[in-house]
């Protein structure tokens, strides 16, 4: 399967986690708008997913990844289990020591580091640190998850790892329906979704574990020991899982100076929600194809091979997450307004919302680029570059929001954010240039530069539509709004397509060779 299939794959599979995360953030939005019991579920929940990002996604798909790649590649496959055997038990030892300590400090970690302006005495407070014990499990089990996910990628099985988050909002999404038609109090409602959260994590550790086993790699339980190659590991993660987690701590950071702003929490991550459909389906699924795939490369000693990948990574980011943010940029009103205003979530919500999704666009390509310029460190074993500019990326996100919140509220949060992306983006671009690590090729500059000319004939577009059917888009009855918007982006995704592919941009027997594949399976 080539390069742009394998992103495919794992990309179709987060795009059915996106979809369906629209319809959980919308039944939320209906449920519980973005009051006091919105605002505790998501600072609880923020917690455990930040953890999930620095001990699991952030530190395995980093640090494991290439470890476990070179020991498939070069020793063989049992090597390659002894060495996962070791790694799951000093994981194991380390998530049931770190739940237990988050869960007994849940109020003091809630009073100083989740949302340090909540009232200690106020019932958001009480219900933030239930609901944060409840889902703080979830990471324990997000974790193995992320290591299992780590083993079916250096097999090249991208789909089943990609389809897991499925889970989390399929049950959040039954959980939902169901107590709207019981009829659950807000705090109730909070509750079930928080049991939720921990019944979706152990439904997709179920789910890793049978694709584990379904490639005839099963593993057993050892003694947790410091072996060389765990202690490898855990030198190579710590740094990998810092800056694995950088968005999440943003985000956090972010989300503890909005607890100072009724409703701010709330709707932060009703903005990144829609944010994140892009990121996730182009950005997460480059990073989770082009490690394992980069590290086999530079293990074989191929170069050549390398640069090809990392050069079709910048194609095919660039070329599908521009666009995406120029739209979100342009008539996020629009789509806030569709996906989300109903029941408990008003237009001045909206409004509030669709300017931070605005700032939070800018940021978007940023956070694309880092996710393909990262792996050349990784692949190489370089943890700690991506990680001293992490943090830059953090201190810069910690000023910003720290200036732009007390003058213009949330949206200085995400613009703060923004900001920071591309701090980390350039740094990492710059470094990887410098060391002669990749240099992107003539052809790919040539493609990007088409690519910018069709965005800019798309924005063109989007601008036009949004001056003489603005109104209809936000005014007109939900059926019309729906078609409005539908028909205005499927003709500015219709016009950019025909000028990249017209122009070159796109090869057309690349696209069209994954057309005919994705119909024969």
């Known amino acids: 399967m080539s390069l742009i299939g394998k992103f495919s794959t794992v990309g179709s599979a987060t795009l059915a986690s996106r979809v369906l995360g629209f319809f959980r953030e919308a039944m939320i939005a209906a449920a519980l708008g973005n009051g006091p019991v919105a605002d505790a579920f998501y600072a609880a929940f923020r917690f455990p997913n930040l953890f999930r990002r620095l001990f699991a996604e952030g530190a395995f798909n980093s640090a494991f990844v290439p470890l476990f790649a070179k020991e ?18 000093a994981l194991l030892f380390i998530l049931i020591l770190l739940s237990a300590i988050a869960m ?16 200690p005495a106020s019932s958001k407070f009480a219900v933030t640190v239930t609901y944060g014990r409840i889902m703080f499990p979830y990471l324990a089990a997000m974790s193995l998850v992320a290591m299992l996910s780590g083993i079916l990628n250096s097999f090249r099985r991208y789909f089943l ?20 038609i019981i009829g659950l109090a807000g705090e109730d409602v909070g509750l079930l979704l928080s049991w939720s959260v921990l019944v979706s994590g152990l439904l997709q550790l179920a789910l890793l574990l049978y694709g584990v086993h379904r490639e005839g790699f099963a593993m057993s339980f050892r003694a947790p020991a410091l072996t060389p190659q765990v202690r490898r590991l855990l030198w190579l993660a710590l740094p990998a899982a810092i800056t694995g987690g950088i968005t999440q701590i943003n985000l956090l950071v972010g ?47 191929d170069f050549d091979d390398a640069a090809h990948l990392q050069n079709r990574s910048l194609e095919f980011g660039l070329g599908l997450t521009v666009p995406a943010a120029i739209g979100f940029a342009l008539i996020p009103e629009a789509l ?11 237009r001045e919500t909206t ?61 200085g949060i995400a613009i703060a954010t923004s900001i920071a992306g591309w701090v980390n983006a350039l740094l990492l671009a710059i470094a990887l240039w410098h060391r002669n690590l990749f240099r992107p090729s003539a052809v790919t500059l040539r493609r990007l530069g088409l690519i910018a000319l069709a965005n ?30 539908l028909a205005v982006v499927a003709g500015a995704a ?6 990249v592919i017209a122009t070159g941009a796109v090869e057309r027997d690349r696209l069209l060779g994954l057309f005919i594949r994705r119909r024969a399976q």
């Open 351 to 411: 409004l509030i919302t669709a300017e931070v999704l605005r700032a939070f666009a800018i940021g978007l390509p940023a956070f694309t680029l880092i996710s393909i310029f990262r792996p050349g460190f990784y692949a190489r074993e370089d943890m700690k570059t991506p990680m001293w500019f992490a943090g830059a990326n953090a201190a810069t996100n910690i000023t910003g929001s720290l200036i732009l919140f007390p003058l213009i509220g949330v949206t």
């Open 255 to 301: 989300q503890n100076i909005a607890s100072a702003q009724d409703g701010a929490i709330a709707i932060i991550n009703y903005a990144d929600r829609i944010n994140q459909l892009p990121l996730g389906v182009i950005g997460i699924a480059i990073g989770v194809v082009l490690l394992p795939e980069l590290s086999r490369s530079l293990k074989a000693g």
């Open 104 to 119: 007994i400090f849940m109020p003091f970690l809630v009073s100083t580091i989740i949302a340090a302006q909540f009232d």
């Open 456 to 485: 800019l004939v798309m924005a063109g577009l989007l601008v036009a539509a949004s001056r003489y059917l603005g109104a209809t888009m936000l005014e007109a009855g939900f059926i019309i709004r729906a078609l409005t918007v």
């Open 72 to 89: 498939l590649e070069g020793d063989g496959g049992e090597a390659a289990r002894r060495f996962a055997e070791q790694v799951l038990s």
């Open 336 to 346: 806030v307004a569709l996906v989300y205003e109903r029941g408990a979530f008003a």
């Open 161 to 180: 790892a990609a389809l897991a988050p499925v889970l989390l909002n399929i049950v959040l999404i039954a959980a939902l329906a169901g107590g709207l």
């Open 494 to 499: 219709l016009v950019y397509f025909a000028i």
